[in-house]
Structures are given as structure tokens and as C-alpha cells.
């Protein structure tokens, strides 16, 4: 395997964590704004190719509802019943996938550095 093929293999990895990591804030960043009423709640976000990865394995997205409610007459968003909609996503799973992806994406940038110094260690033994 080449050099250039292992860092562009790093590199692509960089890319995708830092994508799982963005889509995972915006997820948590939403979750707690409440919908109109009679708007329809967006589904959580996923990074393109974890979407693309799930829909050629014949995976169906998650059986969940996409808004849960909270009584709450006297909120300005309720509903003609006092009801609050607020968008299903739940921030345990959207909390461990920016955790894993940071993880991930630490991971990328050791192996990244570690090849660095491996070819100027390289250079210099070279130019002895």
C-alpha cells in the first residue's frame, strides 16, 4: 500500500467523523425546539454515507415517531389540545455518537501524524 493511499484513507476518515460529529450537534441542537403546530417534524440527521451504507444493506430507517409531545397548555407553540411537539430524537444515542466520533476522529489524526514522522524519520535517515 502506498503512502498516498494511507493518507488518503485518513483523510477520509477525518472527513467522516468530523460529518457524524457535525450531523450529531445539529440532532442535539434541535432537540429541544418545539414545532408549529401542524408542522412535520424532520427526521435526525445521519451523515450521507452512513444513509447511503443503511439503504443498500436493505436497513429501514427506525420505527420511531417523529415528534413526541408534552402537555403544556400555557407554551405559545401548544396545540389546539395543550400539547407541545418536539422532534423524536433521542440525545443518549445523538451524545454516544459524538463521543464515538471524536474518539474516531482522534484515531485518524494519530494515525496521520504517525505516518508523518514516519517518512521524515525516513528523509533523515536518507540524507545520512
Known amino acids: 500500500m502506498s503512502m498516498d493511499?494511507?493518507?488518503e484513507a485518513s483523510?477520509?476518515?477525518l472527513d467522516y467523523e468530523r460529518m457524524r460529529m457535525d450531523a450529531a450537534s445539529r440532532n442535539i441542537a434541535s432537540a429541544n425546539v418545539p414545532l408549529a403546530p401542524g408542522a412535520v417534524a424532520a427526521a435526525a440527521q445521519a451523515p450521507d454515507f452512513a444513509s447511503k451504507l443503511a439503504e443498500s444493506?436493505?436497513?429501514s430507517a427506525d420505527p420511531l415517531p417523529a415528534t413526541r409531545t408534552v402537555h403544556d397548555p400555557d407554551h405559545p407553540m401548544a396545540d389546539a389540545q395543550g400539547r407541545v411537539h418536539y422532534p423524536a430524537i433521542d440525545l443518549v444515542s445523538e451524545m454516544t455518537t459524538l463521543m464515538t466520533a471524536s474518539r474516531?476522529?482522534?484515531?485518524n489524526v494519530?494515525?496521520?501524524n504517525l505516518l508523518r514522522g514516519?517518512?521524515?524519520r525516513a528523509l533523515e535517515i536518507g540524507a545520512k
Do not use: D, K
Open 118 to 120: 514516519m517518512v521524515l
Open 104 to 107: 474516531g476522529y482522534e484515531a
Open 57 to 59: 444493506a436493505g436497513l
Open 110 to 112: 494519530r494515525a496521520f
Open 5 to 7: 493511499a494511507i493518507l
Open 11 to 13: 483523510r477520509a476518515g
